[in-house]
């Protein structure tokens, strides 16, 4: 069992060494017209196959472009004649005659190639043109006279084609061959002895022609010799042999030569027709003709140095006797070269596309190139244009692969139209080109980027949650995945308060750190930018976050862009009534005062607030002061102060945007002792929003007056516990006497003076407060005055403009850098007077914020 083994390993052994030194090929021989089914040889046991495996792995023979007429045994994988082989109808004269097969083998999928060389037998019988021959000879013609005559062919080839000639027996004529190159043979009729017409006036002799194979087959033509009369002079040509060279680019109707025979007879045996008798090759027939005349050869037909080189032609000089005498040339036509072949130029690979990281040296394509054209004008050199990024490289001869010269970047070129230009040595040069197309496929070699580096967006506060606030977008210029961007929010801490400041500032009034995620989110395929809540600008006025764009390539490249968001203010806040000044809520600050507020705006609607004044109480009179703040900013939160009831000509009025109540005329008895007042608080917002106090006042004689100025302060807790506060207007002076009218007088006239200096002195302080638009950012500087100061105590400047403060606007870019120190916020200011308030409020009105019409 053991040494069976080896002999197997080692027969196997010996086949692949076979098999590489045959250099990967199987060769076959088989005789032509083999019959079917013959063996031709044992493919699978010459392919190393065991017994059986032919068969399991479907050995299979495949034969492009042809029949084969064989086939391969599916039990035995041998291979087998399966049809008649004619090597004369598969290659003609062509030796030798070898087919290239390939063989299939399954399991693993594996090709072999067979060479099977067909090999000729001596199948065909020499064929003459004709199976009779006339001729006619003068009866005085002498011994030794000879005439050429047709020679047969063979289709086979080798000596089964090589012809010998015999004549049949005959006292007149013998045969000579004469040798007109190394492969054609002609015979020639040689007259030994003078022929008597009057004894024998036709003979008939058989020309017999034998191939060289084995046996040998013949062919015959019957020669039928007429002897005719008197014309003992034949036509003599001044040379045997004419040698011409035509180039093949010679038109049609070109003189080839001229052919010239005398005859020394007179007369019509003299005169001399021209005829070709014999065409080598055959083909030649359609290339010249010969004037019967005058003996010119002309060009019938367009020569091709590539089909023909040379043609041999026969001509006949035959004269007008009786018998007609005739002499022979021969005519050898040689064909030049011309350049008249351009280049042909084939891609047999192509392996697109191209990556665009490709190394150079990489082979994109392999070329072959050929040019019909011999010496010079069949040399050919071939080049790429454009140079750049490719170039060719000869491999061996007509061979060239195109290779990559340069980097590729798709983003620049993503598909290149390449064109192999090829030239021949002739002249004029020829030129051929081959157009190649090489597409470049995509790597992931550019990062996504944002159109801007920091995007600024508007939005305004009460939002729907899901609104959308701003589309984003980064363009990656590669393409499929790679160029394919997805799209986050970058979850920086951000502060939250009323000063909303950059992203990472702190505040006052802040809730602590929130991310940038829970205010908005975008969506990673679109870039459209979402509010995921409903913003508050006294909450948040600006938020500063990242977006992040990452591609789906491989490995994901990213790029971040930064957002400002910008919370616009809304009229979403009612004003809201304070307490009085000088009441507990003024002495506890501003927390006192936030306590009061909030209780205040639990409802627009307030409770009755109460007031006195005494009769006789001239015009213009102060009795009380309505104060009220707005939580809006801008005109959101300036307020302006009306009358509702009484409507008509009360005794009392209310001062637009001071809110003091004061009389309208001088009081008395006839207005009797109660006054109810319904005052309303408006915002200049759209629409505006409002609240609602109502002022009872009391009127009194001037004693009872002044005892109620003079325990107000006692009983002012008390009257607190309204939701609303209300302020004790300055105590009437005594009707009795003129000097507490004139002390009421001096006192209301010295602190009008020392508002209207205050009021000067807060014009021009400085309060920053940030805005946003489509265009660039504005700073706007206004004064804190009147009713809108208290509302802007809730809001965190995120800049300062340097040097002295001016009403003015003025404009900075919104892409700033993080603020400097803000200045100390005002919150802790203890609340004006009554009296100040009440001339602050009325001086707000003219000065020249962008929000209030001049």
Not at 235 to 257: D, I, R
Request: charged share 20%.
């Amino acid at each position: 069992m053991g040494e069976r083994c080896c002999a197997a390993v080692v027969r196997v052994l010996v086949l692949q060494a076979a098999w590489a030194l045959s250099g990967g090929q199987v060769r076959y021989s088989v005789p032509e017209e083999a019959k079917a089914g013959t063996v031709v040889g044992r493919l699978a046991q010459d392919l190393g196959l065991e017994a059986g495996e032919a068969e399991a792995r479907r050995l299979r023979l495949v034969a492009p472009g042809r029949r084969a007429s064989v086939e391969v045994s599916g039990a035995s994988g041998a291979l087998l004649v399966s049809s008649r082989l004619d090597r004369e109808e598969l290659c003609g004269k062509s030796a030798p005659c070898a087919l290239r097969l390939e063989v299939l083998l399954e399991r693993p999928l594996r090709v072999f190639h067979v060479q099977l060389e067909v090999t000729d037998i001596n199948d065909n019988a020499p064929v003459f043109p004709a199976a009779r021959k006339n001729l006619s000879l003068s009866e005085n013609s002498p011994p030794g006279f000879r005439f050429p005559l047709e020679g047969a062919s063979d289709a086979d080839i080798g000596a089964n084609a090589q012809l010998t000639y015999t004549l049949s027996p005959s006292e007149h004529f013998s045969l000579d061959l004469q040798k007109s190159n190394e492969r054609n043979i002609e015979p020639e009729l040689v007259l030994t002895k003078s022929l008597d017409r009057e004894r024998i006036l036709v003979h008939r002799l058989v020309l017999t022609a034998s191939d060289g194979g084995r046996p040998s087959l013949t062919g015959t033509m019957e020669l039928v010799i007429s002897v005719e009369d008197a014309n003992d002079n034949a036509p003599q040509f001044n040379q045997s042999v004419y040698k011409v060279q035509l180039l093949e680019s010679a038109e049609v109707g070109t003189l080839v030569t001229r052919v010239n025979a005398t005859d020394a007879d007179e007369g019509l045996n003299s005169e001399v027709i021209y005829t070709v008798t014999n065409f080598i090759p055959p083909s030649g027939r359609d290339v010249i003709s010969v004037n019967p005349n005058t003996g010119e050869i002309l060009l019938t037909a367009a020569l091709d140095f590539e089909d023909v080189s040379v043609f041999d032609f026969r001509i006949e000089a035959k004269d007008k006797g009786t018998p007609a005498l005739s002499g022979h040339c021969k005519v050898m036509l040689e064909v030049v070269d011309v350049n008249d072949n351009a280049p042909a130029v084939w891609v047999t690979s192509l392996s697109v596309p191209v990556p665009e990281d490709a190394s150079l040296g990489t082979v994109v394509a392999l070329l072959s190139v050929s040019d019909r054209d011999s010496g010079e004008n069949g040399r050919v050199r071939c080049w790429v244009w454009p140079a750049s990024p490719f170039g060719l490289e000869a491999t061996f001869a007509g061979s060239y692969s195109l290779v990559l010269r340069e980097a590729l970047d798709r983003e620049r070129v993503s598909e290149y139209e390449v064109e192999v230009l090829a030239e021949d040595g002739g002249a004029p040069a020829l030129r051929a080109s081959r157009g190649l197309r090489v597409p470049v496929s995509d790597v992931n070699d550019n990062a996504p980027s944002f159109a801007q580096a920091v995007y600024t967006v508007l939005a305004r506060e009460n939002n729907a949650a899901g609104a959308e606030l701003a589309r984003l977008w980064a363009r990656d210029p590669d393409e499929a995945a790679n160029g394919r961007v997805s799209y986050s929010v970058w979850d920086g801490g951000v502060g939250v308060g009323g000063g909303g400041g950059a992203a990472g500032s702190s505040s006052s009034f802040g809730g602590g750190w929130r991310p940038a995620s829970s205010y908005v989110s975008v969506d990673a395929e679109s870039g459209r930018l979402w509010a995921l809540q409903p913003l508050d600008y006294e909450e948040l006025q600006v938020l500063q976050f990242e977006v992040r764009a990452v591609d789906a390539g491989e490995p994901p490249l990213s790029g971040n862009a930064t957002v400002q968001l910008f919370v616009l203010d809304e009229n979403d806040n009612a004003p809201a009534l304070l307490p009085p000044a000088g009441s507990a809520a003024e002495a506890g600050g501003v927390a006192a005062a936030e306590a009061a507020e909030a209780l205040a705006g639990a409802g627009s609607e307030s409770g009755t607030l109460w007031a006195w004044a005494a009769w006789g109480a001239p015009a213009g009179q102060v009795v009380a002061k309505i104060r009220a703040v707005d939580a809006d900013s801008g005109y959101n939160a300036w307020l302006r102060y009306e009358l509702w009831e009484p409507r008509g000509k009360g005794p009392f009025r209310v001062g637009l945007y001071s809110g003091e109540v004061s009389t309208a005329r001088a009081l008395d008895e006839a207005d009797g002792p109660r006054q109810r007042l319904l005052i309303v608080v408006r915002d200049h917002g759209e629409p505006a929003r409002s609240a609602t106090a109502t002022l009872s006042v009391s009127l009194l004689e001037a004693a009872e007056a002044a005892l109620a100025a003079g325990s107000s302060s006692s009983s002012l807790a008390a009257v607190s516990r309204s939701a609303a506060g209300v302020e004790l207007g300055a105590g009437a002076a005594s009707a009795a006497t003129n000097v507490w009218l004139v002390a009421a007088i001096c006192a209301v006239s010295s602190l009008f003076l020392l508002a209207v200096v205050l009021y000067g002195a807060s014009r021009w302080a400085p309060r920053a407060a940030v805005l946003s638009a489509p265009g660039p950012t504005t700073l706007v500087c206004a004064s804190e005055v009147g009713s809108w100061s208290y509302s802007q105590r809730h809001s965190r400047s995120l800049c300062v403009a340097d040097g002295a403060a001016k009403s003015d606007l003025m404009v900075f870019s919104p892409n700033f850098p993080p603020p400097p120190p803000a200045p100390a916020a005002k919150d802790t200011q203890p609340e004006p007077t009554a009296l100040l308030d009440t001339v602050s409020a009325t001086a707000f009105i003219p000065f020249s914020d962008p929000f209030y019409p001049p």
